[in-house]
């Protein structure tokens, strides 16, 4: 400890080589799926230890290391000085220095944090260009609605789908409580979009079901085989559940995890009886393949999408995106442009038979940022 501590004085202003990083200095590498962040041609702190960051609760920042290995422990480090001003958030890789034992009481150091896969932010609201990270590394955003109690906002699909084409992150439509009522309705919204849709339902009587339970201990029987299928699309990813209270996320998270959450794991170091704080939990899938994560995220209710830039939403739309190639430049490509290269592609036939429905559903995606300056998630 006192050795890492000595170093802290001198070495690791290398790391950054600056000392006053925003948000927006992050550096984000696209990567392919699974691999490990680059650790070299990092002079500063060869020995310390690589691990993912599962959650963050008031400056301390709680990670597994040694993931799936017979040695895999969770460590609570606090930020080392130099990075104060670094975000690190759920799904981020650090580098830990000290005591990184994990031993009741101990605290290492984080000294460093990896660069991103991928990195889903938001604004603080439509007008408000500054950015707040929110998770890192995810692979695919869960979005969760029920098809009824709570009614399903198309608002908050549209807003969650934006930041998701946004942040590069595949989206996964998740809708619950099926049995309460059909979603043909809802779903033929999004039949146009690059969006795989689940529906989740409990069970019947007479069907297999799996016991679980919500956070607030209501049980329930969910659909063996629509949970199947969720953890078909989970399996080997790290993904981001995103749904408002009431949707039954929590029934379904604890179905998967086997319900870690209030039973030990993570909670079990932080000692606290189950996850209270609004910030994002990272929990490990059961009986999935190594480096299978799901983010809850029960504090983010609101995404404003000021820093959104169109062309990384056509980008979800490749059979649309060759028809900007004549655009003016600066062409936003939504409902008002005058000229947009997109109307003559579609109307040519050039993404066809389904194209002026895509283009009517991105045009719609491209214009929830006017469309909605409402700050709360879904309320419209
Ligand atoms: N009918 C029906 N009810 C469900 C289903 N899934 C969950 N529920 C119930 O919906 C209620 C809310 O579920 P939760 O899991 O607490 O919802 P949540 O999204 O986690 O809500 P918060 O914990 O407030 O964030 C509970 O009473 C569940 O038993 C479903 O598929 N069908
Ligand atoms: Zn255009």
Redesign the pocket.
């Known amino acids: 400890m006192r050795h890492s501590f000595k170093r802290s004085r001198r070495g690791p202003l290398t790391v950054a080589g600056r000392r006053t990083w925003d948000e927006s200095d992050v550096r984000i590498r696209p990567n392919k799926r699974g691999s490990r962040p680059r650790t070299k041609d990092r002079p500063a702190h060869e020995d310390a230890v690589v691990g993912r960051i599962v959650t963050v609760d008031r400056g301390r920042y709680t990670a597994v290391v040694d993931e799936d290995t017979p040695r895999e422990r969770t460590v609570i480090a606090a930020r080392a000085r130099e990075l104060r001003r670094t975000p690190v958030v759920a799904g981020d890789f650090v580098a830990l220095v000290g005591d990184v034992s994990g031993e009741p009481d101990t605290l290492a150091r984080l000294v460093r944090v990896e660069d991103r896969r991928t990195l889903l932010r938001r604004s603080a609201d439509d007008t408000d260009p500054v950015e707040r990270v929110v998770v890192a590394n995810a692979d695919q955003l869960v979005i ?1 609605v029920a098809a009824a ?1 709570p009614e399903p906002r198309t608002g908050f699909i549209d807003r969650a789908l934006v930041a998701a084409y946004d942040a590069g992150i595949s989206p996964l439509l998740c809708v ?5 009522r059909d979603p043909a309705e809802l779903l033929s919204h999004y039949q146009h979009l690059p969006l795989p849709v689940l529906v ?3 069970a019947e009587e007479d069907a297999t079901g799996v016991e679980t ?4 201990g ?3 029987r ?1 659909d063996v085989e629509a949970l199947e299928r969720l953890r078909g699309y989970l399996d080997g990813s790290v993904s981001v559940l995103l ?11 604890n179905a998967l995890t086997g319900a870690q959450r209030a039973t030990g794991g993570v909670n079990a170091v932080t000692g606290r009886g189950r996850h209270t704080s609004s910030s994002a939990l990272a929990l490990k899938l059961s009986d999935a393949a190594p480096g299978t994560w799901i983010i809850d995220t ?1 504090g983010i209710r609101s995404f404003g999408l000021a820093h959104v830039d169109p062309d990384r939403i056509l980008a979800a739309f490749p059979d649309l995106e060759p028809g900007i190639a004549d655009c003016e430049r600066g062409c936003k490509h939504d409902e008002y442009a005058v000229d947009c290269g997109l109307d003559s592609w579609v109307s040519s036939g050039q993404a066809g038979s389904s194209g002026p429905a895509r283009l009517a559903s991105l045009r719609r995606l491209l214009g929830t940022e006017v469309r909605q300056q409402a700050k709360e998630l879904g309320s419209q």
């Open positions: 969760v109690n619950t409580k099926a049995d309460l989740s339902r409990t339970s919500s956070d607030e209501q049980s329930a969910l749904g408002h209270s009431g949707v039954g996320k929590s029934t379904m998270v029960p």
